[in-house]
């Protein structure tokens, strides 16, 4: 038997190695080369502190390599973080949740867990109020898409700022 949690694990086995290693990979690799600039520049990290000032901008200006670790960062933030978070928060946990407590209690619960798999106490409301929304359109839809492109729109502004901030392209 085992219930909705035996179907979130079954889901899991299945799509674990093409949805969430692939961009939990990118993510640490992004993180290790950004702490590798960080070592070579003697500046603060981009994704480990709030180190996004104008003398450390100057500095990512002198390392070529730096524009394709942005890049990379671009499309872990907009396009492999929002597919492989709404794959587990939405399309496996959330299942899971409203097959055992129902819609209100699970949308609920889902957005409070989505808030906290973002490490961001600061951000925790807007994540939160992000969570409720992006679960009320999947359970109005039943299609992950909709969540997914919701979340990629959302993700955009901070590299915008990031970008608007002076951080070199090309």
Known sequence: EGGPW???????????VVLII???LGHLGLVLLDAIFSSVSGHP???LSAGRSQEYLATVHEFSWVRQLIWLGMFELVILGPVAEEAFTRGFLY??????WGVKVS???NALLFAALHFSPYEFIE???TGLFLCYFFERTRCLSIP??????SNIPPFVAFIRQ???LW
């Open 127 to 129: 994540y939160f109020f």
């Open 166 to 168: 002076g951080a070199p």
């Open 45 to 47: 990290s981009t994704f």
């Open 95 to 100: 299942l899971a949740m409203r097959e055992r």
């Open 22 to 24: 692939p961009p939990l």
């Open 6 to 16: 035996k179907t979130v694990m079954e889901g899991l086995k299945r799509s674990v």
């Open 107 to 109: 949308v609920t619960l």
């Open 148 to 153: 997914i492109i919701g979340h990629m729109v």
